[in-house]
């Protein structure tokens, strides 16, 4: 009972140790014990399963043993480098690995994330190690010290298990599941032609696919019925193949193809086999179903929504309504449209009404990948008859007089101050506020929506298509009355959901 | 009883030390021109109360005094003052102050304005727009010594006014958002520059 002085003032543990008291003292202590070990082992370094992880260069691919540690996924570097044939020298007993290629030279230290870059420092996110003779590094390294080095353009997508290099073809595939009355119909949707192969075993589905780098939008399918337990994109041997975990009540699999074998519907069927006489719903015409849209290519797969300012600041203020609570309303709805119509993945900046500083609004959508950043604000004018809306996006070359240290030639400076985020993208983000523009004078009367500049705190830091939408005038009560109506909310949040559909399918809108 | 009022009397010696402290002490003011100093003609950005330019400018008089900041300091009265028309809104908060004045040899004007320019703004992002270039185009159309103006808030570095327009760096003259077209000797030096540049190259 030595333990409750020194825990009794934490109320949580207080209950544990009533809990316990009835229990004996060697019994706790061998829990005590128990739980000691178990840190012992998982404490230290946190290493979990090791998976094939493919590099797929056009022409070739390179299948490498990647290995997790403290939630990180590494592979091994000098495999990598030997398939590309970019020389290396392993220098033992400095714990060195020096890369050269042309004139530049990259040097990285064992349990070390600084590596040395033509003698400049660059920080990766985890450190460099070396067990036994291999080096292993953060999959990072690739984007943030190969490309630079060798040119080779690196694709990774956090989530996945895979890479793409350079510029190899791997067309998007789409999967999707529905309970359809008595069957379950997994669709597969993708932008070239493929063949599939059904191999069956007890509980399981493979599907080979004879197309080999493809970039699935999603890992694997969340549907659960009482035919199909999961459906996993898998191409851990480089050959790409869905696996289907299915229940004993499937009697039947049926593979269709539908237009030009570009989707497929592979259908689980319940009960005794049925052959072929039978119509139970024989190939249903795909015109016929909604969602089989001819499948058009969509870049913007994560869009992070920004409701304007929050907690202690509020914003523009009208007589009865806040700003801040108005943009958490309109940006909750678009969410909802947004993943409704588009099935992409939609993040607000937040969720509550909590204050937020704006680096932090754009670091949402950027740790997020995200492909489109709508910060949504209403306006405020002294002009009590104004209801002008305007879309804005940030002022051109804002910020580049400050910063004289990059060399104008640099197309890809080493280190970007954080406010000039905004630059690579910035073309695109007139596209898309182009785009929205147009979309909105079009259905909504009584403004022009005007594309504007300005130099905006929460835009200048994201590195993706970023821009604010600023709605109405507070100030003037019938038009903040509007803006409070369901009705217009539906209207608008549909027009802004058209116009991030349309930039989607446009070329602009270049997946990052 | 005794409680409360000891807590109301130290909430009043707060709240009063707040407003001392805000001016401790006044400094002589300083008259900021001569008697002798001719008058000039200057333009004073204000925000257009409706149509699609910003900032309209308003033909306003000040006098040349030999101390560039004196001549900011006058323009930004002007500014403070507000417009004399209705078709102009006034462009900063009531009771805003200007604090301090500080011109860079680079020709960057850091202008202290008091808290109010940011507690007193009513926000929206076009109106902020509006309260930062009247502010910076005021002063660089006005005063060629000045390049780029800083806003600093309540004598510190503030990242916006309102939420919206970053502060952290210097900002340039835009004239895009304005009625006025940009001064005729700037344009000439240009071609002057480009020429220079050409001759040093062949050399």
Request: with cysteine; aromatic share 6%; net charge negative.
């Amino acid at each position: 009972m030595f333990l409750v002085p020194l825990v009794a003032n934490s109320p949580c543990l207080v209950r544990v140790i009533e809990f316990f008291y009835p229990m004996r003292v060697t019994r706790i202590a061998g829990l005590l014990a128990a739980l000691g070990a178990a840190l012992f082992i998982f404490g230290g370094l946190i290493r979990a399963a090791d998976a094939n992880f493919p590099i797929y260069f056009p022409g070739s691919k390179l299948l490498v043993k990647a290995e997790t540690f403290n939630r990180e996924i590494y592979l091994p570097l000098k495999e990598i480098l030997e398939s590309m044939g970019v020389p290396y020298t392993d220098a033992l007993a400095l714990e060195t690995l020096t890369i050269r290629s042309g004139n530049a030279r990259l040097v990285v230290t064992k349990n070390s994330a600084l590596m040395s870059y033509n003698d400049q420092i660059v920080l990766l996110p985890s450190p460099v190690l070396r067990e036994e003779s291999r080096w292993l590094v953060p999959i990072e390294f690739l984007t943030m010290a190969l490309t630079r080095l060798t040119g080779t353009e690196f694709r990774y997508r956090p989530g996945t298990s895979r890479i793409f290099a350079e510029n190899v073809d791997a067309p998007e595939l789409e999967m999707n599941a529905q309970t359809l009355g008595p069957i379950t119909r997994l669709t597969i949707r993708c932008g070239v032609p493929l063949n599939l192969d059904l191999k069956r075993d007890n509980q399981r589905a493979v599907l080979a696919i004879d197309r080999s780098p493809l970039d699935p939008v999603r890992e694997r399918v969340d549907h659960r019925d009482r035919l199909l337990r999961s459906v996993v994109f898998d191409d851990s041997d480089g050959e790409a193949k869905l696996v289907l975990e299915i229940t004993r009540d499937v009697s039947d699999i049926r593979v269709t193809p539908a237009d030009n074998n570009r989707i497929f519907f592979v259908d689980l069927r319940k009960g005794e086999p049925v052959t072929e006489a039978p119509p139970l719903v024989e190939t249903p015409a795909p015109a016929a179903r909604p969602d089989v849209i001819p499948p058009v290519e969509r870049k913007v797969r994560v869009v992070v929504i920004d409701p304007g300012h929050g907690g202690m600041d509020t914003g523009a203020k009208g007589a009865t309504v806040a700003e801040k609570d108005i943009t958490l309303i309109l940006a909750r709805r678009l969410r909802t449209a947004l993943q409704m119509r588009l099935g992409t993945t939609v993040l607000l900046t937040r969720d509550s009404d909590i204050a937020l500083d704006n680096e932090a609004r754009s670091a949402v959508a950027n740790n997020n990948q995200a492909n489109l950043f709508i910060s949504l604000h209403t306006g405020y004018s002294l002009n009590k008859l104004d209801a002008s809306s305007y879309v804005f996006v940030m002022k051109e070359n804002f910020g580049e007089a400050s910063t004289t240290s990059a060399p104008a030639g640099a197309r890809d400076p080493l280190f970007l101050p954080w406010y000039l985020g905004y630059r690579t993208h910035r073309q695109a983000s007139m596209a898309a506020a182009n785009i929205l523009q147009e979309e909105l004078s079009k259905a909504i009367q009584g403004s022009t929506f005007a594309v504007r500049t300005a130099p905006l705190a929460v835009l200048s830091s994201a590195t993706m298509p970023a821009m604010l939408l600023e709605l109405g005038n507070l100030n003037n009560l019938a038009n903040a009355q509007t803006m409070l109506d369901g009705g217009y909310q539906t209207r608008l949040i549909n027009i802004v959901a058209d116009a991030v559909q349309r930039f989607s399918e446009s070329p602009q809108a270049a997946a990052n | 009883m005794g409680f409360f009022v000891d807590i109301v009397g130290r909430v009043r010696s707060l709240v009063n030390e707040r407003e001392t402290e805000e001016n401790p002490f006044k400094p002589p003011t300083q008259p900021l021109y001569a008697p002798t100093d001719p008058a000039i003609m200057v333009k004073i950005f204000f925000p257009a109360a409706t149509g699609d330019t910003l900032l309209v400018a308003a033909d306003q008089t000040i006098f040349k005094s030999a101390e560039v900041g004196n001549r900011a300091r006058q323009i930004l009265q002007k500014l403070q003052e507000g417009p004399q028309v209705d078709t102009l809104l006034p462009p900063l908060p009531k009771d805003t102050k200007v604090q301090d004045i500080f011109i860079s040899e680079q020709g960057t004007a850091f202008i202290d304005f008091s808290n109010a320019i940011a507690t007193g703004h009513p926000g929206g992002v076009l109106n902020e727009l509006a309260t930062i270039y009247s502010i910076v185009d005021s002063l660089t159309y006005n005063l060629p010594e000045i390049k780029q103006v800083k806003i600093l808030v309540g004598g510190v570095e503030k990242e916006t006014l309102a939420g919206h327009c970053l502060l952290l760096l210097p900002l340039e003259m835009d004239l895009s958002i304005t009625n006025v077209m940009p001064r005729e000797e700037k344009i000439a030096t240009l071609p002057r520059s480009a020429s220079a540049l050409a001759s040093s190259l062949k050399e």
